[in-house]
């Protein structure tokens, strides 16, 4: 089983390109969760009866917005955050209500969870660093709290490079947003609540695997660029875990796919 998540910067426009069927048909992935649709589903005819769609679309128009593609029916999609969680952290700030900006969106299926998030930018000038120190427990809670049930597999675009490995340049970018120490904190409480980063467990010390770039300066095709996208899963998927990779030769995005396999099939 093939689960891929791809931050699209916007769906309609990869559609434009003439790149997401071509992906599509080349990697066939099983799941697919997407970050940064900037659409609602009606707004882009897609035709790919393979798939079910599930969309988890901003309030506001072309913004954000989440949704999981999957050859296989889910017992259950949840958007967005359980009340109680969002009730108990400040999820809104003078930029907007995340909780209203479709960030989250996950689909259960018998042997786990599969959701996926696009996590807020914490901007040039971290003003929205302290959004970050509210959203990421949040989310995070609510991933342990599903892993109390079952597995959870969680991906999607984290917005921080946990470790200086996981960027092209590490020492100028301290301490800048993407690479503060209160965003890698928030994913060292990842690891510390159990979940596998899929692609260091593979390749914990290959440099170079970035999945963001930048427009400016050629930083794609020099790879210069950062680690900000991940496929995280429980400690029990371990035994099943076959392999996690990142696509930088999949274009459409300013972001390029990652993906696992598992040796489980639904």
């Not at 990697?27 to 697919?32: A, E, R, S, T, W």
């Not at 296989?72 to 009340?83: A, C, E």
């Not at 427009?215 to 371990?238: C, K, P, Q, T």
Request: net charge negative.
């Amino acid at each position: 089983m093939k689960i891929y998540s791809w931050n699209v910067n916007g769906i309609r426009a990869v559609e434009r390109k003439g790149l997401f069927t071509p992906f599509l048909e080349k990697h066939d992935p099983d799941i697919l969760c997407l970050q940064e649709t900037k659409a609602n589903h009606e707004q882009i005819d897609l035709d790919w009866p393979q798939y079910e769609e599930y969309w988890c679309s901003a309030e506001r128009k072309g913004y954000s917005g989440t949704a999981i593609f999957t050859k296989h029916s889910p017992i259950d999609v949840i958007n967005g955050l359980p009340k109680d969680i969002m009730a108990k952290y400040t999820l809104e700030d003078s930029y907007g209500d995340t909780t209203e900006e479709g960030r989250v969106i996950t689909t259960e299926f018998e042997p786990f969870y599969v959701s996926t998030v696009y996590t807020p930018n914490a901007k040039d000038d971290l003003s929205r660093i302290p959004m970050r120190q509210q959203w990421d427990p949040a989310y995070l809670e609510y991933m342990d709290r599903l892993q109390q049930q079952k597995p959870v597999i969680f991906c999607g675009d984290f917005n921080v490079a946990h470790q200086p490995i996981d960027l092209a340049r590490p020492k100028p970018n301290e301490g800048k947003k993407g690479f503060t120490q209160e965003e890698r904190a928030g994913f060292d409480a990842m690891i510390e609540k159990g979940f596998i980063d899929t692609l260091r467990h593979f390749h914990p010390d290959t440099p170079e695997l970035y999945t963001w770039w930048s427009h400016f300066g050629g930083a794609r095709e020099r790879n210069v660029g950062w680690r900000i996208d991940y496929v995280m899963v429980s400690g029990a998927l371990s035994p099943v875990l076959k392999n996690a990779k990142i696509h930088p030769d999949v274009l459409g995005s300013d972001h390029c796919p990652v993906s696992i396999e598992l040796g489980v099939e639904l």
